[in-house]
């Protein structure tokens, strides 16, 4: 045994430093393991030395005895390190792994120091010996191990490491009857002993190989500082307590040795106190965080929705939602990112306007939801389109393309034909079939102007152009003849952004004759602007007032003004005269103002038959279902309802019977032909017996000669106006000629 433990523990000493640089975070707690071989191995060297070669046997045995004392020392501060290392920075589990491993050390501690005392008869002051020093190392290295083992988990004592722990643990066993003996005076030297000392140490070895090979991960579990399990401890700290208290009262323990334990249980009792106090504290922190967590995740979500949100809302912001081509807001912004690209590459590109022939009848006849399929094959056929091309909607039937990157005018002329046929390929629904058009203008950045606003004002004028020709169907090239149109539009444009209604305009009175007699009987009314503008014809600014929206609060003040001027001249003079107004489109779908007619020629006392509402008859021919029931509105109301432009272009007879038209004015177009064509003679005499047979009187306007005036009169028709009867006038001047006109017919 002499030999074989030095030589065994030599081997052990050597294997086990052998894995320190292959620990890791193992390595210092396995260098104290090898330092306290290391010890042992010494003694045991020194234990051969003084049974077998020294000469005098056993005068090295107190040296032996002293140097056996301190492995468990070390391996006491082996587990501590691990210990220590692996609660870094958990400040509750490190105070409640050293508190229970310092109470309940000391109360083993007494418990034996008081077993010696019995065992040596001795009962006076303390007097430590140095083997009594190492029972208080040896309990605190057993509960450190059984800390471990709890802090580990029982699921981990499978696993070979803990072979370490269990030669720790072994060892500790051990050394107290050793150090017991020893500190009796006794002799400890025992070989079975001595065997289950080198096995032990033989454990912590294999451990640390298994360690080395597995690497083993241990996450140490948190302590339990709930309430439940604080005042499970107190308990136990209580019977304890009482068992300390019989232990005084049968004088087992010496009041001094007992009044030990109740303070360290004492100190035990407040540590877990306090530790309970930092749990909840921790628990109050951690619920809290986890609710900040949970808000945070909460405001993530909705700051994720509402960006989902802001992105619809961007697309429908900036989407046309029934065709799903890009809207006109969208369109400024592409067109200015496409001219800055444009600019900066040195880039041309084309603009095309393009406004939609014969829809208005679609939506009129077929009803608004037929009208939105065929905008949205229209919206499929534009996206559908190459990629260097941009479609816009930009109004109810109108659509704004770009084409970027182009080479010369041919290819741009190209991309006009195509779009041409992309608007008259015929719309096929079932069995419903529309064949529509539309008119196309179209300009070029640089070659036309450099200024993006502009190309689309010059685009636009150029689709007018084309509504205004033959060919509606067609496209049309920007030119420099059209520059002076598109000023003016943005001159009139920028009058009427400022313009008061009561302020800024004023009327004219074109006089109207019934030719049988002479005389004056009623006026048409023309909106002007007032000042150096004044020569500018309604035909140029209403429409420009309507896109505007200006045109309501402008009928309502012609309206007025026209009744209240006509009025005074009926009183003043004693005339009985009516007026014309020409109705804009904005007002067949404006159903409140048939009230305010109403209502102001309740006012002003005046005749409601005696009002002229002149309608165009491309309101009539693309009339939608709203607008028809206001006619028929007037019509029931009592207003005289005058088709104008009749005989020019296509008519509506359907709409022309229904609504209850009183009046229809020859189209200037005919009237110029009177007395250069026969055929345009035989045409008025035709629409005079349609007329007669529908109660409808027929009246021309334009009359600019004798000969068409002779020829017309001599046709029948008896109410005419024009430059050669009288010109739009002022009110002050027509008030002259109103009052000559009856003195001539009292003469």
């Not at 961007?314 to 444009?342: F, H, P, V, Y």
Request: charge should be negative; glycine fraction near 6%.
């Amino acid at each position: 045994m002499d030999l074989m433990s030095p030589v065994t523990i030599g081997l052990v000493l050597v294997l086990i430093i052998s894995k320190v640089r292959k620990l890791y975070e193992f390595k210092w707690p396995v260098l104290a393991l090898a330092a306290g071989i290391l010890v042992w191995f010494i003694g045991d060297i020194l234990f051969f030395f003084n049974d077998f070669v020294v000469d005098n046997p056993g005068s090295l045995t107190d040296i032996t005895d002293f140097i056996y004392l301190f492995p468990n020392a070390l391996f006491a501060l082996s587990i501590s390190i691990y210990m220590i290392h692996k609660l870094l920075g958990r400040r509750n589990d490190l105070a409640f792994l050293m508190i229970n491993t310092l109470c309940f050390a000391i109360i083993g501690f007494v418990l034996i120091f008081r077993f010696h005392q019995i065992a040596t008869g001795y009962s006076g002051n303390f007097t430590p010996q140095i083997e009594i020093v190492f029972f208080f190392i040896s309990f605190y290295t057993i509960m450190m191990c059984l800390q471990l083992v709890s802090f580990v988990g029982v699921k981990n004592l499978r696993k070979g490491t803990m072979l370490v722990s269990l030669g720790i643990f072994g060892y500790a066993i051990l050394d107290i009857e050793y150090d017991f003996l020893q500190s009796l005076g006794i002799d400890a030297e025992n070989n079975f002993v001595n065997l289950l000392y080198v096995l032990f140490m033989i454990l912590m070895t294999v451990g640390t190989t298994i360690q080395q090979k597995k690497k083993y991960e241990f996450d140490f579990r948190s302590g339990d500082y709930s309430e439940k399990a604080t005042g499970r401890r107190f308990a136990i700290t209580i019977i304890i307590i009482m068992v300390d208290l019989l232990f005084i009262a049968t004088r087992f323990l010496p009041e001094s040795l007992g009044v030990y334990i109740i303070i360290t249980l004492l100190s035990y009792l407040i540590v877990n106190y306090i530790l309970h106090s930092n749990y909840l504290n921790e628990e109050l922190i951690h619920q809290q965080s986890e609710q900040n967590a949970i808000l945070e995740e909460r405001i993530k979500e909705k700051t994720r929705d509402l960006e989902k949100a802001n992105d619809n809302l961007q697309i429908m912001a900036s989407t046309d939602a029934l065709t799903g081509l890009k809207n006109r807001r969208s369109s400024e912004e592409c067109m200015k990112e496409l001219w800055m690209t444009a600019m900066e590459k040195e880039k041309k590109y084309a603009i095309f306007i393009a406004d939609l022939n014969h829809f208005k009848p679609v939506n009129d006849t077929y009803g608004h939801e037929m009208g939105d399929k065929v905008l949205i094959e229209f919206g499929k056929r534009l996206n559908s389109l190459p990629e260097n091309f941009s479609a816009f909607r930009v109004g109810g039937d109108e659509f704004l393309i770009s084409l970027f990157d182009i080479k010369n005018q041919d290819e741009v002329i190209d991309a006009a034909k195509e779009l041409r046929n992309l608007f008259n390929t015929p719309i096929i629904f079932d069995s419903y079939i529309f064949n529509l058009s539309a008119s196309l203008g179209i300009a070029i950045f640089p070659d036309d102007s450099e200024d993006y606003e502009a190309l689309m004002n010059y685009a636009d004028a150029a689709m007018y152009e084309v509504k205004k020709s033959g060919n509606k169907d067609g496209y049309k090239f920007f030119d420099s003849k059209l520059t002076n149109v598109v000023l003016k539009k943005k001159t009139i444009q920028k009058v009427l952004e400022t313009a008061r209604v009561d302020r800024d305009f004023l009327l004219h009175f074109q006089p109207q004759f019934d030719i049988s007699t002479g005389k004056i009987i009623g006026a048409e009314v023309f909106l002007h602007l007032d000042g150096d503008m004044e020569h500018i014809s309604p035909e140029e600014f209403v429409p420009i007032a309507e896109e505007t929206g200006l045109i309501s609060s402008l009928s309502i003040w012609t309206a007025k003004t026209a009744m209240a001027t006509v009025s005074e001249w009926n009183k003043k003079l004693g005339t009985n005269i009516g007026f014309t107004l020409n109705l804009s489109p904005v007002q067949l779908l404006d159903a409140e103002f048939i009230e305010t007619l109403e209502h102001l020629s309740d006012d002003y006392k005046f005749d409601m038959g005696k009002i002229v509402l002149d309608i165009s008859n491309e309101v009539i021919v693309g009339a939608t279902y709203s607008a028809k029931e206001t006619l028929e509105a007037f019509h029931n109301y009592g207003f005289a309802l005058s088709l104008n432009d009749f005989g020019g272009k296509n008519i509506n007879l359907s709409y022309l019977m229904d609504c209850g038209i009183n009046f229809i004015e020859l189209s200037r177009n005919l009237i110029a032909g009177v007395g250069e064509d026969n055929s345009t003679e035989i045409l008025i005499r035709s629409i005079l017996n349609f007329a007669g047979t529908m109660g409808i009187a027929v009246s021309a306007v334009g009359i600019e000669t004798v000969k068409q005036y002779e020829i017309l009169k001599n046709l029948g028709i008896t109410k005419m106006q024009g430059y050669l009867l009288g010109k739009p006038m002022r009110a002050e001047e027509f008030e002259k000629v109103l009052m000559e006109n009856m003195n001539e017919r009292l003469k």
